[in-house]
């Protein structure tokens, strides 16, 4: 990765695994100006997996789900604040159940309930009455 002051190359300083959430932060130096950034490596979840659901499956997308989220909570002062937090919550959460590159879209709509439903249980109830379980949950 190039610097983002002078464009020269930079170095790896530390890293940390972010065990809950599967990434891995970086602190990165430039080997001319020294200015430093982090970085933040996450696996592609639109790239490498898939949501089934009854009839077909399709790539997951983090923007979905935040949107659906955003829409459960926009009844609050801190709606997006809140809504991107719980998003990666409720990713961490669907992250056991991934089995070959796959979830069941059930799973990603009861983790969503779990978590909204401590957090908010008006967003939970209007979450609950826009997505209705797919039946496809082994
Ligand atoms: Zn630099």
């Known amino acids: 990765m190039v610097c983002l002051y002078c464009g020269n190359e930079t170095s790896v300083k530390n890293s940390r695994l972010q065990k809950r959430a599967n990434a891995v932060w970086r602190r990165r130096e430039c080997t001319e100006c020294h200015a430093t950034v982090t970085t933040l490596e996450k696996i592609d979840l639109a790239t490498a997996v898939l949501v089934r659901t009854s009839r077909l499956t399709e790539p ?3 923007d979905r ?3 659906s ?3 459960s909570c926009k009844h609050r002062k ?11 919550t409720i990713i ?3 992250y056991p159940h991934i089995k070959h590159a796959e979830v069941q879209k059930d799973v990603i709509i009861e983790e969503s ?3 909204l439903h401590a957090f ?3 967003a939970g ?3 609950a009455a826009y997505h209705p379980k797919t039946g496809t949950k082994k």
């Open 60 to 62: 997951f997308s983090r």
């Open 65 to 67: 789900l935040l949107v």
């Open 69 to 71: 989220i955003y829409e």
């Open 78 to 88: 801190d709606a997006l604040g809140s809504s991107i937090a719980l998003t990666d």
């Open 92 to 94: 961490s959460n669907i």
């Open 113 to 115: 309930l779990k978590v």
């Open 120 to 122: 908010d249980p008006a």
């Open 125 to 127: 109830v209007y979450y």
